[in-house]
């Protein structure tokens, strides 16, 4: 189906049939309809270029801002300009020219210059929010992406209308655990030569919830929904900061 919950393959083989929205016909003789994959370009410079780089040498996008990607845009990376008029915002998405499927994200100042695996998350970070409202920009027009709360409010709300396997809380949170959380610990670890456990990269991935959209619960091992406690979030990012102080990841960017 074509509404972002991370499946690729829409199966309407009739050739002569228009595809869903943001699918395309699969140049292989099934005929299949296909995920139309998000343009990305690199107007990065410097170190964060070289961060970048690495970052799609591995393919990292594809697993990552693809799980939310929904049909064909362009997504800019830019450390040129200002947020919002407010030289002190480290990092904004601009929808300056949606209608054409066109966002540019602004990542700047003081995180430009943190530790380069801790840069290379805050880019997965800022292209998962930036598919996250696009999704949301084809059901409610005019929202501030820089709103995050609110643009994720209406991400879980409309998924739920659109997706019948996100309707319930337990599948939205296995949900935003499986495309989200995970995804970005995998490719941290990757990045970081998988030095240690799964577990312990899981950090850089509840960091982006919590600090942007204050989501707080998980799906335990028993299928309950739980509230992270304060406890259980600072030992994911006192873990996190430690692998960023250890790592040699992109020791090569300068």
């Excluded at 919950?5 to 016909?25: A, F, I, Q, V």
């Excluded at 947020?83 to 904004?92: G, Q, R, T």
């Excluded at 509840?206 to 406690?229: C, F, P, R, S, V």
Aim: net charge negative.
């Amino acid at each position: 189906s074509g509404n972002g919950g991370g499946t690729s393959t829409s199966y309407n083989t009739h050739k002569e049939t228009k595809c869903t929205d943001g699918y395309t016909r699969n140049a292989d003789s099934d005929g299949k309809c296909v995920k139309m994959p998000p343009q990305i370009f690199n107007e990065l410079t410097g170190k964060a270029k070289c961060v970048y780089d690495k970052l799609q040498s591995l393919n990292l996008f594809k697993s990552t801002i693809g799980e939310f990607a929904t049909g064909n845009y362009n997504l800019t990376f830019t450390n040129s300009g200002t947020c919002n008029d407010n030289p002190s915002e480290e990092a904004c998405t601009e929808p300056e020219n949606l209608s054409n499927g066109n966002i540019t994200i602004r990542i700047l100042g003081s995180a430009t210059n943190s530790n380069k695996l801790d840069y290379a998350a805050t880019i997965l970070h800022e292209g998962v929010h930036a598919s996250i409202y696009r999704y949301v920009n084809q059901y409610k027009k005019g929202l501030d992406p820089n709103n995050r709360a609110g643009v994720f409010y209406y991400y879980k709300y409309y998924q739920a209308q659109n997706s019948n396997d996100f309707g319930t809380a337990i599948a939205q949170h296995q949900y935003m655990q499986d495309a989200y959380v995970i995804p970005i610990a995998k490719a941290i670890s990757q990045l970081d030569g998988n030095r240690y456990p799964l577990e312990d990269y899981l950090g850089f991935g509840w960091e982006g919830l919590k600090e942007d959209y204050n989501y707080d619960q998980y799906i335990d091992a028993n299928g309950i929904i739980q509230t992270m406690t304060p406890t259980q979030y600072n030992q994911h990012i006192n873990r996190k900061n430690e692998i960023v102080g250890s790592s040699s990841f992109a020791h090569d960017c300068n």
